[in-house]
Structure formats: C-alpha cells, structure tokens
C-alpha cells in the first residue's frame, strides 16, 4: 500500500500515519521527522534545513527531493509507504510522479485531512512532543498518561519551536500558498480522496478505511 496524507500543519497527518504504521505492513516516512533527526544530531542536512525549520519555511524543493530520492529506493519502503509531509510543492509532487514511474510503483491513495484552521491552531499551540521517540501527545486533547514524561518510552516531552504562535501563523501561510496547490494538482488527476474531521467516537483511520476503501 503507498499513500500520501496531505493537510495543513496540525491536521494530524502524524498520528494517522503513525496509526496506519501500526497497522498495515508499511514504512511511515515524515520528511518533518526526517529533518528534525538531521537537525539533532547536527549532519549535513541538518544544517542546511535548520534556519527553515525553526521560521516554519519550507526546505528547498532540491534539498527535499534529493533526500527523498535516496529515502524511497531504500529496502524498508518495498512493502509500502505512507508519506507524511511530502510532496508539499507542486514541484514535489511532480518530481515525485517520475520518480514512482521509473520504479514501476503506482499510488493507492493521496488522502487530505479537512481540518478547520481555528481547530489547526488550538492543536499546535497544545501539542508536545517525545524528544526519544517522536510521540505525539496535546496537554488538552490528548494528554501523556505519564504527564510531563512520553508514556511510551518515558522521554522528555518538548514543545517544537515552531509551534509557537507566531511561527505557527507562518506555517499555515505557507502552507496556503505552496501547498494547497498540490491539492488541486492531484484533484485534477482524479486521486484525491477527502477526508473530514471523524464525528465522536471515531477515529480518523475508520475514517480513511472507508474513504479510501483500505482494508486489513
Ligand atoms: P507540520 O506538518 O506540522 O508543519 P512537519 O513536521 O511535517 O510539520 O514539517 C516541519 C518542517 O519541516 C516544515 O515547516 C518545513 O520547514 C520542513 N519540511 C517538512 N517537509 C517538507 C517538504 N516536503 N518540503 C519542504 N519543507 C519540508
Ligand atoms: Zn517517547
């Protein structure tokens, strides 16, 4: 299975990637991540995407593309992928349509996560993070059950630089104006599937199961 979730900053794109990982025998690859390890652990890479990361713009397209040449032909990614922050330009997702033509592999789904904006922001100005392990948590909605601590691994929880209110405005800036075009790219391919905010009691992978007619 090979999927592309799409949303704005804080739809949740992680925690339904991690869910599906979970689930489905497939490689959750957030280049978010990706470029959050580079940065840590001071590569290269690291240091060319830091000053984008922490103002919330976007990496270069060729800093991003050529990471994600080398990340896809890897042997983890033979049994599917979901994509979690890539394409997130209309170059992106260009390149990346060659890139999966010259391997013979085909998409089964690019999925958008509908969120309201209002909503977008209460969840980043509220969500932590594990600094080992990468969980994902929110002091209001989705609180650790170790409090300050990652109840998966017991790391310290941190909250992202750029999820500071003013970084955060920023983010969905950008985001209005590189990456919702890649929506009306992939819609005009006839492969976007919507997905809306599930209603209580449901969660957003039932939600993509049906949308997307995915199933175990
Ligand atoms: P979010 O979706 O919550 O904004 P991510 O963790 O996906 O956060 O991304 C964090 C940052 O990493 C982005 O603000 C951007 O600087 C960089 N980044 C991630 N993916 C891409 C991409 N495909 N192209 C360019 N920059 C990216
Ligand atoms: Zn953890």
Do not use: W
Not at 62 to 73: G, S, T, W
């Amino acid at each position: 299975m090979r999927l592309i979730l799409i949303g704005s900053p804080g739809a949740g794109k992680g925690t339904l990637a991690a869910e599906i990982e979970a689930k489905y025998p497939v490689v959750h690859i957030s280049t978010g991540d990706i470029f959050r390890e580079n940065v840590k652990h001071e590569t290269p890479l690291g240091r060319k995407a830091q000053h984008y990361l922490e103002t919330g713009q976007l990496v270069p397209d060729d800093i991003v593309i050529a990471m994600m040449e080398d990340r896809l032909i890897e042997p983890d990614c033979a049994g599917g992928f979901v994509l979690d922050g890539f394409p997130r330009t209309v170059h992106q997702a260009e390149v990346l349509e060659k890139m999966l033509e010259r391997h013979g592999l085909h998409l089964d789904a690019v999925v958008l996560l509908d969120v309201r904006e209002d909503i977008v922001v209460k969840r980043l100005s509220g969500r932590r993070m594990c600094r080992c392990c990468g969980a994902i948590y929110n002091v209001e909605f989705r609180p650790s059950a170790a409090g300050d601590r990652c109840e998966k691994c017991g790391g310290e929880l941190y909250q992202r630089k750029d999820d500071e209110e003013s970084v955060i405005r920023n983010r969905l800036k950008v985001y209005n104006q590189q990456t919702q075009p890649v929506i009306s790219y992939y819609e005009k391919k006839k492969m976007l599937t919507r997905l809306p905010s599930p209603p209580s009691g449901h969660t957003l992978l039932e939600g993509l199961e049906q949308a997307a007619g995915i199933a175990e």
